[in-house]
C-alpha cells in the first residue's frame, strides 16, 4: 500500500529495514533517514537507499600466476557493511563495483607474490588483503568484517609439476635414508625407483639364482637309456634310389 501510495503521489519515500536513505535538497546532500516513511517535495528533494546491512561480495574466478611461475585458481568472498551512508554514496559513483574491484587488485597483488611454499598459508594472504583495504574503508565509509578464499587450487597443469616435484623429494629421502644403513648405490636406486638390477654376488657373497650357472646333467650308467635321446626320426634317413646302379 505504501508502495502504490510512494507511485501515485511521489512525495513519500519508503525506507525498509535494513537500508538506510541519505537526503538530498536541491542536489545537496542533507542527512541520513533510518527505515520507516519519509515525506519529500518532489522535484526539490530525493531519496538514495542503499542497503546497511551484512553484504557479502562473491568476486568471479580469478587465474594468478605465481612468483615461481605456478599457476592457481582463485575465488575470493568479501563480507562488508556500510557505515558511513554520506561516504558511500558520495565519495564513489557505485560501491559494489568500487569494492569489487579494489579486492581483484588486492587478491592479484598478494596471491602473484607467492611461491609454492607461502601459498598454503591462507590466514596470512587474508590478512594482507584486508590490510590492502584498509584505506577502501575509512575513505568508502565501509567495513570490511572478513575477507576469504572459497577456492585456492593449481591448475591442472601445476598440479603435475607440484606432485612430481613431492614425489621427488620423497624417494630422495628415502634413498638418503637407504644408503644411509650401509646399502649401495644401486641398490638403493633399484628399491627406490622399483627398477630390476642385477647383481653379480650380493652381501652375502652368494650369486643370486638367476646369475648362477645351470647344473650339468648326471652321466647315465652304462646299458641304461639315456631319457634325453629319442630315436631317430625315419622320414630323416637318406633316401636310396632302388634302380640305380652301384
Known amino acids: 500500500m505504501l508502495e502504490i501510495l510512494q507511485a501515485m503521489l511521489g512525495i513519500f519515500v519508503v525506507v ?8 538530498f535538497t536541491l542536489g545537496r546532500a542533507r542527512y541520513v533517514v533510518g527505515p520507516g516513511l519519509h515525506f519529500k517535495w518532489p522535484i526539490i528533494q530525493r531519496f538514495q537507499v542503499k542497503d546497511t546491512r551484512h553484504t ?44 569489487r574491484n579494489r579486492v581483484v587488485l588486492a587478491v592479484q597483488r598478494i596471491v ?30 565501509l567495513n570490511i568484517l572478513a575477507v576469504g578464499f572459497s ?28 644408503h644411509g644403513r650401509g646399502l649401495s648405490s644401486s641398490a638403493a636406486v633399484a628399491l627406490v625407483t622399483g627398477a630390476v638390477v642385477t647383481t653379480a654376488v650380493d652381501q652375502e657373497g652368494v650369486l643370486p639364482r638367476a646369475a648362477r650357472p645351470a647344473p650339468e646333467p ?14 631317430p626320426d625315419p622320414w630323416d634317413a637318406p633316401k636310396t634310389n632302388p634302380g640305380a646302379q652301384d
Open 16 to 23: 525498509y529495514d535494513g537500508q538506510h536513505a541519505l537526503k
Open 218 to 231: 648326471e652321466p647315465t650308467e652304462e646299458g641304461e637309456p639315456d631319457p634325453f635321446e629319442t630315436e
Open 151 to 178: 577456492n585456492l587450487s593449481p591448475s591442472p597443469a601445476t598440479l603435475e609439476i607440484t606432485q612430481l616435484d613431492l614425489l621427488a623429494r620423497e624417494r630422495l629421502s628415502l634413498f638418503e635414508e637407504l
Open 56 to 99: 557479502t561480495l562473491d568476486l568471479e574466478p580469478q587465474t594468478i600466476r605465481l612468483a615461481d611461475d605456478l599457476v592457481y585458481e582463485v575465488d575470493t568472498k568479501v563480507l562488508y557493511q556500510i557505515v558511513d551512508l554520506r561516504k558511500a554514496i558520495i565519495e564513489i559513483d557505485d560501491v559494489v563495483t568500487g569494492l
Open 112 to 141: 602473484g607474490s607467492q611461491t609454492r611454499t607461502t601459498i598454503g598459508d591462507r590466514e596470512r594472504m587474508e590478512e594482507l588483503i584486508r590490510e590492502e583495504l584498509t584505506s577502501v574503508e575509512e575513505a568508502w565509509g
